[in-house]
T-cell receptor, first 112, second 112 residues
Framework: SQQGEEDPQALSIQEGENATMNCSYK?????LQWYRQNSGRGLVHLIL?????REKHSGRLRVTLDTSKKSSSLLITASRAADTASYFC????????????FGKGTKLSVKP | SQTIHQWPATLVQPVGSPLSLECTVE??????LYWYRQAAGRGLQLLFY??????ISSEVPQNLSASRPQDRQFILSSKKLLLSDSGFYLC???????????FGQGTRLTVV
């Protein structure tokens, strides 16, 4: 079953606006990661937040983690048309941290 | 610097034909290697992972197999393709025991 589930499935905003995507998961985690995928391309790692962290920033990205609610959010501030992509959250399970379970993603469209 | 190569980028194969997708990693040694599949509009499904030469773990029973003949080479194969094998196949690697995953550019497989 899916571990990470993103919400909303699709999001359309204007350039300059902020975009917020949410992720819920089911079991205990060591870390939660966000990835970006441009259409027809491989995924690119954006940010990793550990279970003992509550918030993390990287450039225009801000990720929060609430382990009590088993949820995370990704905020992209001052969005640009180049941010148009699908965004996935992923949580690790098993002995290898690369055994990630991905959600179905949020498809973000930023209109110029 | 580390790079990952995956080929071919696109592939159209008839039902019942064999499959061989290759992935190689450069600039690192003893990586964890992964094969994921992404169906249209879906998240990623982990198919196989490997922590060393000849060591393959399968996550989902299916028509596919994987092999790791060299430290930085990972091959996805099938003896007879099914229509349901169509999808976007992604190879990824990570440093042993450390996130995040670094993905190749993917192979779009269409079985006709």
């Amino acid at each position: 079953s899916q571990q990470g589930e993103e919400d909303p499935q699709a999001l359309s905003i204007q350039e300059g606006e902020n975009a917020t995507m949410n992720c819920s998961y089911k079991t205990s985690i060591n870390n939660l990661q966000w990835y970006r995928q441009n259409s027809g391309r491989g995924l690119v790692h954006l940010i990793l937040i550990r279970s003992n962290e509550r918030e993390k920033h990287s450039g225009r990205l801000r990720v929060t983690l609430d382990t009590s609610k088993k949820s995370s959010s990704l905020l992209i501030t001052a969005s640009r048309a180049a941010d148009t992509a699908s965004y996935f959250c992923a949580t690790a399970y098993g002995g290898s941290q690369g055994n990630l379970i991905f959600g179905k993603g949020t498809k973000l469209s930023v209109k110029p | 610097s580390q790079t990952i190569h995956q080929w071919p980028a696109t592939l159209v194969q008839p039902v019942g034909s064999p499959l061989s997708l290759e992935c190689t990693v450069e600039g690192t040694s003893n990586p964890n290697l992964y094969w994921y599949r992404q169906a249209a509009g879906r998240g990623l499904q982990l198919l196989f992972y490997s922590v060393g030469i000849g060591q393959i773990s399968s996550e989902v029973p299916q028509n596919l197999s994987a092999s790791r003949p060299q430290d930085r080479q990972f091959i996805l194969s099938s003896k007879k393709l099914l229509l349901s094998d169509s999808g976007f196949y992604l190879c990824a690697w990570s440093v042993q025991g450390v996130a995040p995953l670094l993905f190749g550019q993917g192979t779009r497989l269409t079985v006709v």
